[in-house]
C-alpha cells in the first residue's frame, strides 16, 4: 500500500479496496477522469465513500441516497455533492482519489462477469464494528444504475450476507401490497466470501421523516406464523440465557443478571411471538407515493415478541444519546405505547395488548438490542460500541425499576427523578 496518509479512517477505506481488488497496488494520487480510479468524497482527510472517477452519472447517482430519514440539512450537502459530480466537476474540486492498478481478480471483474457488461463500483464502509462490510453502487460504465452490492469479508458478514439472500427469498409473498422489497439479481461467492447483488429502491416522491409504517410492520411481525407463549417458555428468551450466560463472570455480567430479574417478574406474560426485520427504521426505507421501500433485511430474525422492530423504530435513536436518561424513558414511555398498541393488535388475533404486555414487550426490545450490543463489544472490532452497549445496560436496570417496583431492592436502584 503506497498510502502516506496517515488518516485512520482513510487507511481503513484504502484496506478494504485492497480486499476488494487483491491483485491491485492501491495509491492515494490526484485521479483526474481516470476510468479505473476511485475518487474520496468529500476529501481526503474524511472520506466517507469512493465513486467512479470516470463516470460522471455514477458518482453523482451513488451521492443521492434518499431514505426516510432524510431532513433537508442533511440530505443538502450529498444533493450539492451530486451536482457537483454529475456535471463533471470532480477533478477540479474532488481532485483526489485511489488509483487502483489492475482489477484482475477483483469483485468489479466478478461482478462484470455475473451481469454480462463491463461495471463500475462505488463504495461505502460504515464505522468499525463487528458487522460492518462494504456496501456498493454498481452502475453500468455507462452510468446506468444497476443496483447495491453486499460483500461479505468476515465469517461473521459471511453469514449476515448470505442470511439476508436467502431472507429476499423468502419474503415476497409478505411483502405484496404491505412494502417493497429489493429484488434479489445475484447471490453467490466471489474469493471465498458472500456477495448479494440487489436491485436499487429508488423513491418516486421526496422524503420526509413520517410515524411508524404500521401495516408494514405487522406484515413482517406476520411473515411467519405468530405463536403465543409465555416469555419464561419461549424460544427467545431461551436463545437470550444462552447468549448471556458465558458474559457471567465477565464485566458485563450485569445484563444476565437484569434477564434473570426480569424473568422472575415477567416470566408469567403470555406474548405473541413472530418476525422482525432487526433494524427496522427511517435509515433503512424510503416511501413511495404509495408503499414504503424497505432495506437492508441481515438481521431478520423470528421467534421474537411481536413489536420489537415498532421499539426499534421508535426508540432506537433516542437510545443511542448516552447518558441522557430523559430522552430514553420520553421515547420508552410516551412515544413506544401507541404504535406498538397499534401494530401488535393488527398483527395478532388476540385484540389488544394489555399494559402488562406492552410493558414486556417494550423490556424485551432492550435486552435484545443491548444483547447484540454486548456481543459485538466483545468481537476484535466492537471495542466503539461498548459504550453503547453498556448504556443499554443501564436504560434496562432504570426500566426495571420503573416498570417493576419489586425489583427495587434486588436490583439496589434508588429513583431520584420524583
Not at 483526474?32 to 447517482?61: Q, S
Not at 445484563?255 to 408469567?268: I, V, W
Request: with cysteine; net charge negative; charged share 20%.
Amino acid at each position: 500500500m503506497s498510502v502516506t496518509n496517515n488518516n485512520p479512517r482513510l487507511q481503513e477505506l484504502v484496506a478494504v479496496v485492497e480486499q476488494l481488488y487483491p491483485r491491485a497496488d492501491v495509491r492515494l494520487s490526484r485521479v483526474g477522469k481516470d476510468a479505473t480510479a476511485l475518487r474520496l468524497v468529500p476529501f481526503p482527510r474524511y472520506p466517507r465513500m469512493v465513486v467512479p472517477a470516470g463516470v460522471n452519472a455514477a458518482a453523482g447517482d451513488a451521492l443521492s441516497r434518499p431514505s426516510a430519514g432524510d431532513g433537508r440539512l442533511s440530505a443538502a450537502p450529498r444533493e450539492f455533492l451530486s451536482r457537483v459530480l454529475s456535471h463533471g466537476l470532480g477533478p477540479a474540486l474532488l481532485p483526489y482519489g485511489l488509483s487502483v492498478s489492475d482489477q484482475t481478480d477483483s469483485i468489479v471483474e466478478h461482478l462484470s462477469t455475473v451481469l454480462g457488461q463491463q461495471v463500475v463500483i462505488s463504495l461505502t464502509v460504515g464505522s468499525a464494528r463487528a458487522n460492518r462490510k462494504p456496501i456498493l453502487n454498481v452502475h453500468a460504465v455507462e452510468g446506468g444504475e444497476i443496483g447495491f452490492a453486499k460483500v461479505g469479508l468476515t465469517p461473521l458478514t459471511d453469514s449476515l450476507v448470505r442470511h439476508e439472500a436467502e431472507i429476499l427469498d423468502r419474503l415476497p409473498s409478505a411483502a405484496a401490497g404491505n412494502f417493497i422489497l429489493p429484488p434479489k439479481l445475484h447471490s453467490g461467492r466471489w474469493q471465498d466470501h458472500e456477495v448479494l447483488l440487489m436491485g436499487a429502491l429508488r423513491p418516486d416522491i421526496r422524503q420526509k421523516l413520517r410515524g411508524v409504517p404500521t401495516n408494514a410492520a405487522a406484515a413482517i411481525i406476520t411473515s411467519v406464523p405468530v405463536t403465543y407463549s409465555s416469555i419464561a417458555d419461549s424460544e427467545w428468551l431461551a436463545g437470550l440465557q444462552n447468549s448471556l450466560e458465558p458474559l457471567r463472570k465477565t464485566d458485563d455480567g450485569a445484563l444476565p443478571e437484569l434477564l434473570d430479574a426480569f424473568t422472575a417478574a415477567c416470566g408469567s406474560v403470555e406474548l405473541p411471538f413472530g418476525a422482525w426485520h432487526g433494524d427496522f427504521g427511517p435509515w433503512n426505507m424510503a416511501y413511495t407515493s404509495t408503499l414504503p421501500m424497505i432495506w437492508d433485511w441481515e438481521r431478520y430474525g423470528t421467534a421474537v415478541p411481536a413489536g420489537l422492530d415498532v421499539a426499534h423504530y421508535t426508540a432506537h435513536q433516542a437510545l443511542r444519546k448516552i447518558g441522557n436518561m430523559a430522552a430514553a424513558r420520553e421515547a420508552l414511555e410516551n412515544a413506544l405505547p401507541g404504535p406498538l398498541r397499534e401494530v401488535v393488535s393488527l398483527a395478532t388475533s388476540a385484540g389488544l395488548p394489555d399494559p402488562r404486555q406492552l410493558t414486556a414487550i417494550c423490556s424485551a426490545y432492550l435486552f435484545t438490542i443491548a444483547t447484540r450490543f454486548t456481543l459485538d463489544a466483545h468481537t476484535p472490532d466492537g471495542t466503539s460500541v461498548r459504550p453503547l452497549a453498556r448504556w443499554h445496560h443501564d436504560v434496562i436496570a432504570d426500566r426495571l425499576h420503573r416498570t417493576v417496583p419489586a425489583l427495587n431492592h434486588e436490583l439496589g436502584i434508588h429513583d431520584d427523578s420524583h
